[in-house]
């Protein structure tokens, strides 16, 4: 078997302590795996009881944000204002109005689950109080007007018939044509013109009654503001119905019991009206959809990865029995991460709930390099439990190393202040500790049980990767300068040059309905809102004092080139205070309170006197020059005079009777809206007043956009305008901009903490304990005088560059004492930032984008690689002479990556374009660590270490061995255990 020189364990407390637990554990492994069932057993318990999943993107932002205060305290005014809509569609208007009313009526019946249902607006009271919307002046106007029907008013209404009327109108005519009253003239002559163009049209052959009475006030021009009107778009081709769910909680499903039931009304609802296109969307719809398909997709994601990774590991392993093992211990690891992601943060949210893939990924790396070293010691002639021990001792502290500095590169997460990253970070940091406990307290005692009667003979040989041990082996100069020329090339691809700057090809796409699955009814619903009605889900909130301020507020927004448009109550409300309006209003219930009937019967006309009266009124009009209203008076004259009397009589009766009734009819109008009861918000509907009016009397503006605001460019424009005229404004917009910004920016520096932190922890793995602490203490002193001396000018440091500078000045204390550690600790880097830029190129390359999903690819690569790097350095350090990458090391890489490209390319295939697209991402960036892990890296090591006097047994080995994966392995003697035990103890 290709060998380099022979491993020494390493010395210090942790090999020492791994050695101890190993022992133990072999020795009762019985014993040790009931206590391993029964913390298993807790753990699956306490998560299948308490473990919650929330779905709102809210949950992902941390509280205390500036932001997200404004948010709480819009919520905590006006409750959950997060609506789901309903959506009709039909070419029939009716049958919309018609499904509305069924399915309205049918939530208000359940308002334990439905609260605030709006599908219509009922003006209720308002149409009784519309003289109140009218302007004082316009009051005082009319009241003037309706004083000169006093008469009529007490019941005169001889006063109003057609010859009365007339020889008024032509004496009033008469009257203002001498004083040469211009205003009045025009007036009196438009109230003559209109009796005669009423005259004409009922003498028609068909009669046509145009009402002859000037309006006191046009009270019918508004009438439509206060007629009950359902939500519909222009075309009346869809409707909408509004609900807030009264309980938003999720179960295992990823959806509520409101939702639930709302899917159920319109299941029953859609089948009595098949004609009609019954959908919901809204943001608590999304939430859930996307909870519901992302957690189906995760599901099938661990079932294949799981799967996949066990018949990776039986072809890497060329064996069944340990495959199996590893995944036994995976399995225990899994589940106490369930637990302590209960015990920890009791709950999953849209980002953590990925976790269990990222486990399958990670775990299983601790079981492949410990089992790889087991199996390649056991090899060696190694009794079972010395074998384990060794294996403990040697790779278990790369292990070790590689698990602390990947859980830190996501506990790291906690110093960002994007909560859904935090808690990720979390939940992933520990279950990766967890799985690493489980390696050295599950394994160890699993093989102790299935190996005990094994020969080593009889094991499997893994994979060893001869071929490529002995090609970086031979060629180390060839190797290093093509891999790097590799990787910069394609790294090149993911920049562009581009108006003499360089840009990256690489974007950020902040569009969260891009991350949700082709074809969800909801997102598909809320598409075809946007292109039908102009309608959007997400609008600003501004909240203001007043209805005057708030109808101020509107007028400002709605200048704003980004808006849409905007709603708010206080425009429902009569601009003018009711000090102003009352007491007119009064006026005129008291004027039209002693309005009475028609007279039952009306004196038999006079044809002839009606028509003296109404020739002049004609000559009156010829003198003031109205000739049109004079002719069309003419030609009624004419038409009455060729009826026999009889005719005529039934003609003026008729004309006299409608002209009447239509000013009673207008005296009964202004009665109907002369409530001079002052408008308030309890003539409202209560879903309207609970929308926009909390119980504290804030007044809620609601800004709507004019494009959609998924996609950051117009989301940042309307952001920018909103908060032009209200910098404390709020909303759904708002706070995707400000938590995509969170987002980013956490990951950034969730990344360079991790990084920080791994140079750190790998400083503390390779140095001596009296250079260790000198390199910890000293940089503390410069860093104590740093923050001293910008506390006392009053300025503020950032962590992150405090931290900086902290490993920085480390880093070169080191370098001092032990180039060699600093050294090993940059080229431990290489995986990961070599492989790094390498993916970012291949990213460019294909025209891949990087989401908020799959944005956690920095600190994931970042642990990948330095788990790669810790284990090449660390077999590195264990060899004398020359180096030659260990078999165990090649397959421990290779199937890791594998597993953890397997685990990770599970979720390629969910319809979660986020899942997937986060798949797809991390497939790339570790396929890339797992190549500058093998390839470029140990011949990097391999020119390092020329210096080194190898093995020239070994060396001219390698170079005659034939290139096989498989080599004979030689029959050993069997030497007894507890002598084996004795002397690997010593």
Known sequence: MLRGSSDHEESGLLPRLLHSVTRSVSRRPGGALWLVAIVTLISGGVAARFLEFKTSRADLIDPHAEFHQRWLNYTERFGDQTDIVVVVESESTDEIRRVLDELGSAL??????????????????????????????????????????????????????????????????????????????????????????????????????????????????????????????????????????????????????????????????????????????GIPVLESDEMRRSQSDMMTASLVSFGGVGLLLLIGFRGFRHPCLALMMLAVGLIWSLGFTTLAVGHLNILSVSFAAILIGLGIDFAIHYLAKYLEVRHEGVELRPALTKTSATVGTGIVTAAVTTALAFLCAMFTHFLGVAELGVIAGGGILLCCAATFIVLPALVTLADRRIEPKRLPTPFQGNFLRRLVYRHPWKVTLMTLAAIVVVGAFGLEYRDGRIWSRVQYDANLLNLQADGVESVEIQKRIFEKSDGSLLYAVSLADSPAQARRLRQQFLALPTVGHVEELGSRLPFYPPEETKLLVQGYRARLSRLSSLPREFPQLDPQAVG?????????????????????????????AALPLGEQIRLLANYQYAMLSALQGQFQALAAVADPTPVGLGDFAKPLQERFVSPAGDWQVRVYPKEQVWDEEPLAQFVADVRSVDP??????????????????????????????????????????????????????????????????????????????????ALAVAAVFDFTSVRNTFLTLLPPLGGGFLMFGTLGLLGLHLNPANLIVLPLILGIGVDDGVHVIHDFRLQRGRYRTSPCIINGITLTSLTSMIGFGSMIAASH??????????????????????????????????????????????????????????????????????TAAS
Not at 195 to 220: G, H, K, N, T, Y
Not at 729 to 754: H, W
Request: charged share 25%; proline share 6%; with cysteine.
């Open 108 to 281: 208000e019946e359940e308002p334990e689950k439905f609260d605030r249902v709006l599908y219509r607006f009922d003006p209720g009271n308002l149409r009784q109080k519309a003289l109140q919307y009218l302007t004082p002046e316009q009051l005082d106007t009319g009241l003037r007007r309706l004083a000169a029907y006093g008469p009529i008013l007490d019941g005169h209404w001889n006063r109003a018939g057609v010859e009365s009327y007339s020889r008024r109108l032509a004496e009033h005519l008469r009257s203002v044509v001498e004083r040469d009253d211009s205003d009045e003239s025009a007036s009196t002559m438009a109230q003559a013109e209109l009796l005669c163009q009423s005259l004409e049209a009922f003498s028609r052959p068909q009669p046509e009654f145009v009402s002859p009475w000037p309006l006191i006030l046009d009270v019918e021009a508004d009438a439509e503001a206060f007629e009950p009107r359902y939500q519909l778009n222009d075309d009346g081709t869809m409707g909408f119905l509004l609900t807030v769910p009264v309980d938003t909680s999720q179960d295992f499903s990823g959806t509520s019991a409101p939702i639930r039931r709302l899917r159920e009304l319109i299941d029953e609802v859609q089948g009595r009206h098949p004609q009609v296109t019954i959908g919901m969307t």
């Open 612 to 640: 003296l009266a109404l020739e002049d009124l004609d000559r009156a009009l010829e003198r003031a020059g109205a000739d049109t209203a004079s002719a069309r008076l003419d030609e009624f004259l004419d038409r009455l």
């Open 728 to 809: 404390d404004v709020t909303g759904t917009p708002l706070q995707n901009y400000e938590a995509a910004l969170q987002i980013r920016s956490s990951y950034c520096d969730a990344a360079i903490y991790a990084l920080l932190v791994i140079c750190l922890v790998l400083l503390i793995d390779g140095l001596d304990p009296g250079p260790l602490w000198v390199t910890l203490l000293v940089p503390l002193g410069v860093i104590a005088f740093a923050v001293a001396s910008v506390h006392a000018s009053e300025q503020s440091l950032d962590p992150l560059w405090l931290a900086a500078l902290y490993v920085g000045l």
């Open 913 to 982: 374009q986020g899942l997937s697209s986060l798949g797809l991402v991390l497939v790339i960036g570790v396929g890339s660590c797992l190549f500058v892990s093998l390839v470029t890296l140990p011949a990097i090591l391999t020119l390092v270490a020329r210096s080194r006097r190898g093995d020239s047994e070994a060396e001219a080995f390698l170079e005659e061995s034939p290139e096989t994966d498989a080599p004979e392995i030689l029959p050993l003697t069997k030497v007894p255990e507890e002598r084996s035990s004795m």
